[in-house]
């Protein structure tokens, strides 16, 4: 067996100047993991609510406490404008909520992912329950273990062509934890069972964890 480490001439180089924008996002999905799970529920003005998964998602800073999650445009021919639901609905209302993924809902929040029609409520396709927010008019789902409601702050095109990202910036303006859940700010993972995105199909469960002590 070769123990000896690899060497710069056994490392692909990749210019994403050259390669289609699919198929570097597949290499971006297959590097960057595994990806926190972002279940963002909306409502467009007519009150149609909305619900979708994202996991180019984390938080940013806790003065004010700020998160973001990034859509990926699409061809004009698969949506009316390129946006997805839940983009549009946000740059509408200014309002969403995000909702973690527990193992216990990760089928559920998967169902949502379906491309469905804006009319289409994604509570009901996933049999998650919407419950009220408390500050914004985005429902949050019962189900999940914790939810942040969030006022928007600023949308960030990278690129208007289809497969652009687009960065989302929300302050969260209440947070949700379950009880059983939270000691003086700190939440037990254990209790939390969140669940988070690899590449393609595959996800990952985060009960296999280790503590390292920062050097001081």
């Known amino acids: 067996m070769n123990d000896a480490p690899p060497t710069s001439d056994s490392m692909l180089n990749i210019d ?5 924008h699919r198929q570097i996002y597949k290499l971006m999905i297959g590097i ?4 926190p799970i972002a279940l963002v529920s909306t409502v467009d003005r007519a009150g149609v609510r909305n ?10 800073g806790s003065n004010p406490p700020t998160v973001l999650f990034c859509p990926t445009l699409r061809a004009a021919e698969e949506t009316r404008d390129g946006r997805k639901d839940t983009l549009r609905n946000v740059e509408e209302t200014g309002e969403f909520v995000v909702n973690v993924v527990s193992d216990a809902i990760s089928a559920a929040a998967n169902a949502t992912s379906a491309e469905v029609p804006p009319e289409v409520d994604e ?18 789902v019962a ?7 969030c006022k928007l702050l600023q949308v960030i095109y990278t690129n208007r ?16 934890v379950r009880e059983d859940l939270f000691d003086d ?13 690899m590449a393609g199909n595959t996800w990952v469960r985060t009960r296999d964890r280790m503590e390292l002590i920062r050097p001081k």
Do not use: C, K, Y
């Open 51 to 60: 619900l979708a998964p994202f996991s180019f998602f984390n938080g940013i």
């Open 161 to 176: 062509a289809p497969g652009g990202g687009v960065v989302v910036l929300g302050e969260v303006v209440r947070f949700h």
């Open 185 to 197: 700010f700190r939440v037990d993972p254990a209790g939390l069972d969140a669940v988070g995105r």
């Open 16 to 20: 994403p100047a050259q390669h289609p």
């Open 143 to 149: 189900e999940s273990p914790a939810q942040m409601e």
């Open 32 to 35: 960057i993991v595994p990806r």
């Open 123 to 140: 509570f009901d396709l996933s049999g998650l329950t919407p419950i009220p927010g408390e500050v914004v008019h985005a429902p949050r």
